[in-house]
């Protein structure tokens, strides 16, 4: 199983020690089956001593057990620690376009519902180890009561188990197939939360997600649940009828074929009857590892960044002036969109404004200067020199961003994630107009319940704590009121020019592109700039250019 070899390859030692543990667990209850036939049934021993002997052997069979049962429950939730964490550091360090690809809702049920399945299989772990430990020790001790008797016993438990085996094989390929229901069904409860106004004005829509899209996928889930619960609970009700089965063979074998006194069939009869519980929780328990082997699995589908546990820390580049996009081509795996190729040079210093219509590859260019998208083709350069493509890191620390589907952060970081500037941060608060709307608390914003444009407000404060050289805003303006908007145009922006910030604003305000020191628009994927006549027939009706 790929899961225990990783655990094995982690933490060799630990699992040793757990392993031998669990063998001295399995000996211990071996032994007090053969105390209580040699020193309790065979020959009644009547002295006071032998209590305390069979009340010790309990007390540490008890203290062994529960030892080896925690030290390996323990070792899975370290593991299960580290693997949760691996994920998300792959996710940190992995590209934007990667995890777009896989999507949130599946990698939300990978971080829960897959994470959560390889917990439930650690802790049930010791029961399956356990049960497989004592049926080898109790099948060994058998074979030594009698061994005509052990084989036919062995044939008998070889039926049971390979009969166990078949039930358990239909349970794993359901566990399979519930696995990508999970994903259909993450994806059905994001609709309802994140459409929930939508849903809630428009009953007939909301008609249409709960019959149309969550049903299917429930009833899907439902009937894969219940056949491998079916599968289950016969591999349970098998081996428990088998086993019982097996302790009338026994005296069958004694009684009627002679093979064995009443006393060798009743330590036979004793030593199944102890054995029956934990080759029953054994059972019990592999469907939790088979499932946690189709979450393994699962995790490993996606495509993901290496780990690394470092966060690496590039040199700063304080003295850049030019930075160009060379022949910078993109294009979306899904579909036939391409923007490219683009050839663009930032001043450093400079005011930018980028326009164009919905779907003419604005976003898409933000997404490459800023070092999210990676392209596909051409270069791009810093002061004239190609930056190196696999440290995309020591180009993104030159830019803060606030995008359209900003996400608030409640602690403000400043350079290279110490504390910010309370002096800078008290400024900038003043100057958005929010030092009545925020309560700080030693650089942690208390309340992040606001509106659409205060969250804009916010994100911007964050993002100029970071002291970056290089700002972008996607359409910042677009949430705020006509009289902030003016402010942020005439007041704001050159604020920003004026602590050495480059701006790079992506805008639809055409009253204000006269403030812009350059004006570029893109158009069906390809860039261009607007100087002259064209730039002023822009800025009197920007709504012309995208018609």
Known sequence: MELVLLVWRQYRWPFISVMALSLLSAALGIGLIAFINLRLMTVVDTSLAVLPEFLGLLLLLMVVTLSSQLALTTLGHHFVFRLRGEFIKRILDSQIEKVEKSGSASLLAGLTSDIRNITIAF??????????????????????????????????????????????????????????????????????????????????????????LYLPDAREYRHHIIRADTFHLSAVNWSNIMMLGAIGLVFWMANSLGWANTAVAATYSLTLLFLRTPLLSAVGALPTLLSAQVAFNKLNTFSLAVYRADFPRPEPHPHWQTLELRDVCFHYPDNSFAVG??????????LVFLIGGNGSGKSTLAMLLTGLYQPACGQILLDGQPLAADKPEEY????????????????LLGPGGKAADPALVGQWMGYLKMTH????????????????????????????????DIILLDEWAADQDPHFRREFYQLLLPLMQQMGKTVFAISHDDHYFQHADRLLEMRSGQLTELTGEERELATRDAVARTA
Do not use: C
């Not at 190729?341 to 400079?350: A, K, V, Y």
């Not at 925020?438 to 993002?463: E, F, H, M, T």
């Open 437 to 468: 709307k925020l309560q700080l608390d030693n650089g942690r914003i208390v309340d992040l319940k606001l509106s659409k444009g205060q969250k804009k407000r916010v994100a911007l404060l964050l993002a100029l704590a970071e002291e970056r």
């Open 396 to 411: 993104r620390q030159l830019f803060s961003a606030v995008f359209t589907d900003v996400w608030l952060f409640d602690r």
């Open 123 to 212: 802790v049930r772990l010791p029961e399956l180890v356990q049960g497989i430990i004592l049926t080898f020790g109790s099948a060994a001790y058998l074979a030594w009561l009698s061994g005509k008797m052990m084989m036919v016993t062995a044939l008998w438990m070889a039926l049971t188990i390979w009969g166990g085996f078949v039930l358990v094989a239909r349970v794993y390929r359901h566990m399979a197939t519930l696995r990508e229901s999970e994903d259909k069904l993450y994806h059905d409860y994001q609709t309802v939360l994140e459409g929930r106004k939508e849903l809630t004005l428009n009953r007939e829509r909301a008609e249409y997600v709960f019959n149309q």
């Open 341 to 350: 190729p683009i050839n663009l040079t930032l001043q450093r210093g400079e």
